[in-house]
Structure formats: structure tokens, C-alpha cells
């Protein structure tokens, strides 16, 4: 290709730059670089008060967060867990580290978030928890969760891991549930390189990750431990980094906004090709470019596609995989292939493009032009 770009193109690259190197600068020559120092606190409260909530718990990255988000809400042993079938597989590995059993139930066609008029049939007199993932940018429907949550005295973890900032009616994520977990993993929206946190309005549970993040370490008896807990600590380094990300939030998005909308435009004659949907009352926030393809091009032809682009060093990456049909996930009656239709049509049919900030015009243009050929030569 004559103007094809020189270098590999990946999904997603973080945007890191002078303030984020000042801090991290700062926190390294303080000498505080393990999970002691100002960055850590000062990151826990802006991150929160960012969610609309009153406590932020930093900890090592977004699995973890669920986990002790899980152990707050007192999941454990014999216990459900209701979450999408269609997620990274942290939402329900979570949930199998704690001993209970992830319950899938299907999700909303175009968005993929979990389907809450589908929730009410799935729960039983073991269910102790909803996690709704806040899938590519895009938040769930939480109104009617939080309803049925409340009926059925369940607590509600918002998977917000992918959705920094994402809105629903006018709410942030993470901050409507009894709790939110976030990642922080370098190719989120804002990163700390690995890390995680989980937000909540409730001071007990505040309490209880904190403790437990800590070794369970009794705060009134140091190297007193009344349970066993785990060192699931953030760095101040990932911290200082952290804050930088934060404090530039709106340029990020602005720039991921401006990628999306430059690959609308540059696909706009193959109108079969839907870009990020999203539902009247949600504010997305512009994580990874989504591309819904026709059902034609589902599953082994999307993958032609995707090899197509990358010989031409663009990576892209398919749709998460059904979590219900991998191994440690299958429920017995549920382990079928035609299980969940909405969800499985979507992972057959979706794909991310690359997605990062430093994308120009020119570069989003030329990698939508290939993949418009790919589909046609597909098609001869
Ligand atoms: C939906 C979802 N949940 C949880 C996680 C886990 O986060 P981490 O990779 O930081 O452990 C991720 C992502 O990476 C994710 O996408």
C-alpha cells in the first residue's frame, strides 16, 4: 500500500504525557514509590468525588476491585451473581474467586449491556448480587436494576472497568450502584498502568475493602490480623500518574470523541456498518471504537476481515467471547450454543478498530478504507 502507515497500529495506547511525568517524578523522588503517600489519598478522593461518590478505595487493578467488592457485599460460598454473559472475563472470575457461581442473563441488542426486564426470571433464593458491566463506554440500564435490587434486597456492583465518566440519565457510573469498580489498565480511558478502585456511598463497605486491601490489618493493633485479607495496595507512583490522567479527563475523551466521530464519517457510505449504538438516555464516553457488522460477516468471516487489516499492521480485536462457553463458566442447563441470542449475536458481529488519541485523520480514514475493501473483496 502506498500510503499505508509505517508502524504497527495498535487498539489502544494510552495518552501520557508532561503532567503525568511531573507527578510520577514528583512521587519518586518524594521517596514514597510502594502504597504510602499523598498521591494515593488525593487520587482516591478526586476519583470519587469525579463518580458523585463519597469514597474511593485504590487498589491494584480491576479484578481486584471486584473481588473485594464482592467480599463487602458478603458474597461467598453456595451464593449467585447475576451478571452479562458478554463481558471481560474479570466481571465473573471475580465472582468465582469468592467461591459463589456467576448466573448470566442476556443482554440489550446494539449496547450489550444486561437486559434488565430479562434479570427478574434469573433470580433465585441465592442470589445475593447484580453486576452490570458498563460494556465499551456505554452504560447499562440501571434504573430498573436498582428497582429490582431494592425488591429483592440484593446489592448492585456497577462493572464500570470500561465506562470512566459514562453517564446515565444524567448520573456518572459507578456512582449509582452500592458500589462501582473501575480499571485503570493501560489501555482504559485513564490509566495508572495496572490499577483499579471501587467507589461506593456506603462507609462500611469503604471500610471493609480498605481492610481487607490491607492485609486485615487491625487499624487499632498494627500486625494484628483478625482475618486473613490480602495486599491488593495501588502504588503512590500509579497513583501520581493517576491524578495527572484525571485532571486531563476531558482532553482524553475529547480526543477518543473526535476518533469515533471521524470513523462515522469515513463510514458513512458503508451504512451496514454500525458504529458505537447508544440509547436515548445515555452519555457514553468514547472508550474503543465499536464496529457492528452485518450478520454476513459474523464470526469466522469478521476474523478474515481482521487479518485482512492486520497484513497491513492495524490491529483490531473481536468482541469479548461468551463467557458462558468457556470451561470454569458453563452452568450446566445455560451451556448451549444458543443460549443468550442477543449476546452471542453481538460478540459474533462486533469488533474494536484502533482507537487511541493520537490517531490523525488521515491514518482513521486510510484503516477504514481497508476495511471497506476487506468486506467487498469477502464478498466477490
Ligand atoms: C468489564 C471489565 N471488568 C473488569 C476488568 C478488570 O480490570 P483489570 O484489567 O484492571 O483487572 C476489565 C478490564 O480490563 C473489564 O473490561
Redesign the pocket.
Known sequence: MTNAPQSFIPVAEPDIGELEEQYLLKAFRSGWISSLGEYVNRFETSFAGFCGADYGVAVA??????HLALLAAKVGPGDEVIVPPL??V??AAAVKHVGATPVFVDCEPGIGTIDPHAIESAITSRTRCIVP?H?YGHPADMDPIMALANKHGLVVIE?A??AHGAKYKGRKVGGIGHMG?F???G??LITTG???MVVTGNPDFAARIQLLRDHAMDPARRYWHEEVGFNFRMTNLQAAIGCAQLERFDEIVAQRQRVLDTYREAFVEAGEIVVNPALSWAEPVPWLVCALLPGRFAGAQRDVLMARLRAEAIDSRPYFNMLCDMPPYRNGADDNPRSYPVARDLAMRGLNLPSSTALDRETIFHIAKLFRQAMAEAER
Not at 487493578?61 to 471486584?66: I, P, S
Request: hydrophobic residues 40%.
Open positions: 487493578n480491576g479484578t481486584v476491585a471486584l463481558t471481560f474479570a466481571t458491566v460494556l462493572d472497568a470500561e469498580i480499571s485503570f489498565y489501555n482504559k495496572e490499577g483499579g
